[in-house]
């Protein structure tokens, strides 16, 4: 038995509304990651030649009073230590020191350990530490101001730090931003859309392009000229099958007459088995034609009616009909539930429907095994006890002139008749084989529409 073919995957599409959304918020979220990245150099840049700046003033302003301080004292005096104007954090420290290297004066946080004493006139940086140092008349003073280079990452990244944390604030305010903006302005695509759907239901009319974006009109428009090509296509179709099917008809019916009045007339046994194949012939042709103006009424519009109506006394009609046909009463078991519900399916194409699949059970079936025919709310259900199916033979029965594996007569076209009602009505035939629970057996089973329960 040759496999089926696996299903294709379908991939999970993104709506245009989250990918505008995501997108939108991570381009932000970039640029203004790399905004303040660049402010942040830029920043560091500035805050280092500020900093710079003040070593140098700060040293300059030392250098005046340190050199005073020395021509007012004998060189064995202590050191001395500026006490600081109240409580307070120095960045900036400052060391004197003579030509020897002796300190002479200090700021309070200031630690001479840490400042090298061979450090050149100008700026430098060690172990973490940036200097200035500037000498008095011929080196007798050397000055150096100190600051630790963790002020500086610090300013600077308390400032790149107060740049990020808005983006925080500003994600989830850009996402519903995002998100009111995309439901209003996709709106009429998705009612575009809405549209396009619709026309599911045997209703190829022309498509509103109302008040679409200029992005999304032209395919609106190139939309709307592909249904109305495929809506003329499908006219061409129907009518063509319908009017040769109804023309063939009279033509037909008339032949079938005068077949059967000249078996009638006939004596020889020969001519009136030629006559007996004519007429047999002849019933084919007209029930072929018969069943083409049910498949051209099935594939049309106007199945779907504008009121709700019972579909349990249009059941009941088929089935009077087949048995007055077929005289098949003692083979259909019907099973009609709260009259079967009230349902916008036109009776016309129920009555199309049923007789179709119940025809379908009754010549395929096992001679005479029973066919059970069940109507309740929202379902339908045709059911015989034929021999089961090969599940990749199911779908293939739906096409117009397939037939299964049997010696019945018939065109191949009832099940391809009650799937296009199907589809103008908005549902679907599923078939089965075997019937759930047994070894054998065939059952259609139709989901259709109720809107509500006949009082």
Not at 95 to 109: E, M, Y
Not at 326 to 339: K, N, S, Y
Not at 430 to 437: A, Q, W
Request: proline share 5%; aromatic share 4%.
């Amino acid at each position: 038995m040759r496999e089926a073919p696996a299903a294709p995957v379908r991939r999970r599409h993104w709506s245009l509304r989250r990918r505008l959304g995501i997108g939108l918020v991570l381009a932000v979220s970039v640029l203004w990651l790399a905004a303040a990245t660049v402010a942040g150099l830029v920043l560091r840049r500035e805050i280092d030649e500020v900093f710079d700046s003040a070593l140098q003033e700060v040293a300059q302003r030392i250098l005046p009073l340190a050199y005073s301080e020395f021509l007012s004292r004998e060189a064995g005096d202590a050191t001395q230590h500026l006490p600081p104007i109240g409580p307070h954090r120095e960045f900036i420290t400052y060391v004197v020191r003579d030509q020897d290297g002796k300190v002479l004066l200090q700021s309070s946080d200031a630690e001479p350990a840490r400042v090298p004493v061979d450090l050149p006139s100008g700026f430098a940086t060690e172990a973490g530490l940036r200097f200035y140092t500037e000498a008095a008349v011929r080196g007798t003073i050397v000055v150096t101001t100190i600051e630790d280079l963790r002020h500086r990452r610090d300013t600077v990244g308390a400032a790149v730090e107060a740049l990020v944390w808005p983006l925080a604030a500003l994600v989830p305010v850009a996402l519903l931003a995002v998100f009111l903006l995309g439901r209003a302005s996709l709106k009429p695509i998705l009612s575009f859309r809405r549209a396009i759907a619709a026309r599911g239901r045997g209703n190829l009319s022309a498509l509103d392009v109302g008040d679409l974006p200029d992005e999304i009109a032209p395919i609106a428009v190139a939309v709307d000229a592909l249904i109305a090509r495929l809506r003329n296509a499908l006219e061409a179709e129907r009518s063509f099958t319908a009017n040769a099917a109804h023309e063939l008809r009279t033509p037909l019916a008339a032949a079938l007459a005068q077949t059967q009045r000249l078996l009638s007339e006939l004596t020889e046994d020969k001519d009136r088995d030629r006559a007996r194949a004519v007429v047999h012939s002849l019933r084919r042709l007209s029930n072929l034609a018969e069943k083409l103006l049910q498949l051209a009424k099935a594939e049309g519009g106007g199945l779907l009616a504008e009121t709700a109506s019972p579909l349990a006394p249009v059941l009941r009609l088929v089935i009077e009909e087949i048995d007055r046909r077929f005289d098949v009463a003692d083979r259909l078991v019907v099973a009609i539930e709260c009259d079967g519900g009230r349902s916008d399916v036109d009776p016309d194409a129920f009555a199309i429907l049923a007789r179709n699949l119940i025809e379908n059970a009754l010549k395929h079936g096992t001679a005479e095994g029973p066919v059970v025919v069940r109507l309740r709310d929202g379902l339908f259900e045709v059911e015989n006890d034929a021999p089961p199916t090969a599940p990749e033979r199911l779908a293939s029965l739906t096409r117009r002139f397939e037939r299964g594996a049997t010696t019945a007569e018939g065109a191949g076209l009832g099940l391809a008749i009650a799937s296009a009602v199907c589809a103008g009505v908005g549902t679907t035939l599923e078939l089965t084989s075997p019937v759930p629970g047994r070894a054998d057996g065939f059952l259609a089973r139709i989901r259709l529409p109720v809107v509500g329960q006949e009082s």
